[in-house]
């Protein structure tokens, strides 16, 4: 299984990017997708997940209100919608994968994506 994660880039303050994570090798049918971020000289943080059905999200309280996952599993892609940006979400976002249900911790996720760098200016 890989993952591909894309979608980053260069943004002003407030502004907008959409990450997409694009699954390959099978299906990942009953997954939990997620996705972290990463600050140099910070741990690992996670942002946001989606069950297989799309039913549930969880997002980190910084987040709420200004991002939005979802996912389109006949295209095997999950999205993360970030609008208002700021400053401080500049980090290299990671997509992962695990069965079942929603962690927020690294650790329980099986496949991950190589990352993109989202880096948002003053």
């Known amino acids: 299984v890989q993952l591909q994660a894309s979608g980053g880039g260069l943004v002003q303050a407030g502004g907008s990017l959409r990450l997409s994570c694009a699954t390959s090798g099978r299906t990942l049918s009953n997954y939990v997708m997620a996705w972290f971020r990463q600050a140099p000289g910070k741990e690992r943080e996670f942002v946001a997940a989606?069950?297989?059905?799309?039913?549930?999200?969880e997002y980190v309280d910084s987040v709420k209100g200004r991002f939005t996952i979802s996912r389109d599993n006949a295209k095997n892609t999950v999205y993360l919608q970030m609008n208002s940006l700021k400053p401080w979400d500049t980090a290299v976002y990671l997509c992962?994968?695990?069965?079942?249900?929603?962690?927020?911790?690294?650790?329980?996720?099986?496949?991950w994506g190589q990352g993109t760098q989202v880096t948002v200016s003053s």
């Open positions: 989606i069950t297989w059905s799309g039913a549930t999200t």
């Open positions: 992962a994968a695990r069965y079942g249900w929603i962690s927020v911790t690294g650790e329980d996720y099986n496949y």
